[in-house]
T-cell receptor, first 115, second 117 residues
Framework: GAVVSQHPSRVICKSGTSVKIECRSL??????MFWYRQFPKQSLMLMAT?????????EQGVEKDKFLINHASLTLSTLTVTSAHPEDSSFYIC???????????FGPGTRLTVT | AQKVTQAQTEISVVEKEDVTLDCVYE???????LFWYKQPPSGELVFLIRRNSFDEQNEISGRYSWNFQKSTSSFNFTITASQVVDSAVYFCALSEVYTGANSKLTFGKGITLSVRP
């Protein structure tokens, strides 16, 4: 149980375009979903926290107009990178959490390359 | 503010050696959770263990063992008789307990473990 999927697993897009990444909890309802970004050989950095039906809370330094997060249901959250640039190329990982037992279940990640 | 320090950045061992990955944390909370995750080359994070701040018992799971010491704010991870498949990046993480689902995870920088045949 507690499986989280992400789609797509890899995406290549041209500079200036937007790309949407989906995160789904397959067998549980996720009250909270988290989005992380990981640059090569670096740690995971939390970008934002989203609760179903409410606006996401962004970490300091993360542009909310550039990284649009929608948490429309208890099983789906989406991250849209708008007007992507090469510096947005990264590994994006989502996680989903239930209230108990304080554990985040991670998706397999999406590798974004902006050319 | 929370902080997780993994001072070791890269460790290389020969297969069958034991290896300990260090983790030191900082938090002002009395209630918190500590985690270890494994990230193989595929990139997917693999959950290894969660320990709450009130449980200082050491844990053993097969070749893996964890030593939690609140007195030194450390949560070290030992792999016994390492295998090539253990090669990965290992992250230690800390979560404060707010409202459960909203608890943020703070990750250390990760330790790259290479196990040579």
């Amino acid at each position: 149980g507690a499986v989280v999927s992400q789609h797509p697993s890899r995406v290549i897009c041209k500079s200036g375009t937007s790309v949407k990444i989906e995160c789904r909890s397959l067998d549980f309802q996720a009250t909270t979903m988290f989005w992380y970004r990981q640059f090569p050989k670096q740690s995971l950095m939390l970008m934002a926290t989203s609760n179903e039906g409410s606006k996401a809370t962004y970490e300091q330094g993360v542009e909310k107009d550039k990284f649009l997060i929608n948490h429309a249901s208890l099983t789906l959250s989406t991250l849209t990178v708008t007007s992507a640039h090469p510096e947005d190329s990264s590994f994006y990982i989502c996680s989903a959490s239930r209230s108990v037992p304080y554990e985040q279940y991670f998706g397999p990640g999406t590798r974004l390359t902006v050319t | 503010a929370q902080k997780v320090t993994q001072a070791q950045t890269e460790i290389s061992v020969v297969e069958k050696e034991d290896v300990t990955l260090d983790c030191v944390y900082e938090t002002r909370d009395t209630t918190y959770y500590l985690f270890w995750y494994k990230q193989p080359p595929s990139g997917e994070l693999v959950f290894l263990i969660r320990r709450n701040s009130f449980d200082e018992q050491n844990e053993i799971s097969g070749r893996y063992s964890w030593n939690f010491q609140k007195s030194t704010s450390s949560f070290n991870f030992t792999i016994t008789a390492s295998q090539v498949v253990d090669s990965a990046v290992y992250f230690c993480a800390l979560s404060e307990v707010y409202t459960g689902a909203n608890s943020k995870l703070t990750f250390g920088k990760g330790i790259t473990l290479s196990v040579r045949p």
